[in-house]
């Protein structure tokens, strides 16, 4: 009795050795993921290609000036910043990851310029077999292009 008594007490002992043990690997690659991540994630300026954000969002050094769509029922859009301290503007090209709650966006592309203009700026997209040309232009001169491949071949 006292023989299967000890047996039991070592098998007890080994299953619960061997459960916290998997579990404690776990937070250690848990950690160095996050930590790999926002190392990735750091950037000097408050908006960079890579940044999700939540529709509505405030923003510490740049001011809103204006959202829409790239094309008709498609998740890309734009928004054009104000750069606070007066240096210049970011067009930002955004793509739509979530809409659970609330808008989750990604910025996909960015472009810096200066002297805006609501009349003179605007986006247009050229459709092409293999996909789309995204062009961000000043009256007829293009000053950002971005191409986009179709998955569907």
């Given at each position: 009795?006292?023989?299967?008594?000890?047996?039991?007490?070592?098998?007890?002992?080994?299953?619960?050795?061997?459960?916290?043990?998997?579990?404690?690997?776990?937070?250690?690659?848990?950690?160095?993921?996050?930590?790999?991540?926002?190392?990735?994630?750091?950037?000097?300026?408050?908006?960079?290609?890579?940044?999700?954000?939540?529709?509505?969002?405030?923003?510490?050094?740049?001011?809103?000036?204006?959202?829409?769509?790239?094309?008709?029922?498609?998740?890309?859009?734009?928004?054009?910043?104000?750069?606070?301290?007066?240096?210049?503007?970011?067009?930002?090209?955004?793509?739509?990851?979530?809409?659970?709650?609330?808008?989750?966006?990604?910025?996909?592309?960015?472009?810096?310029?200066?002297?805006?203009?609501?009349?003179?700026?605007?986006?247009?997209?050229?459709?092409?077999?293999?996909?789309?040309?995204?062009?961000?232009?000043?009256?007829?001169k293009i000053l950002k292009r971005w191409e986009f491949v179709s998955n569907h071949?």
């Amino acid at each position: 009795m006292k023989t299967i008594f000890k047996l039991t007490g070592i098998f007890v002992i080994l299953i619960l050795s061997n459960c916290t043990e998997p579990n404690k690997r776990k937070t250690i690659s848990t950690e160095t993921a996050s930590n790999a991540a926002l190392s990735e994630t750091r950037r000097e300026d408050e908006l960079f290609v890579g940044k999700n954000f939540y529709s509505g969002d405030e923003l510490n050094t740049y001011t809103f000036i204006q959202s829409n769509k790239i094309k008709e029922n498609d998740s890309l859009t734009y928004s054009i910043y104000k750069k606070n301290d007066g240096t210049g503007y970011l067009f930002s090209m955004e793509k739509l990851v979530s809409n659970e709650d609330q808008e989750l966006y990604k910025i996909i592309g960015l472009y810096k310029f200066s002297d805006y203009d609501a009349a003179n700026h605007r986006v247009e997209v050229l459709n092409r077999s293999n996909g789309s040309s995204i062009l961000f232009m000043n009256r007829d001169k293009i000053l950002k292009r971005w191409e986009f491949v179709s998955n569907h071949l």
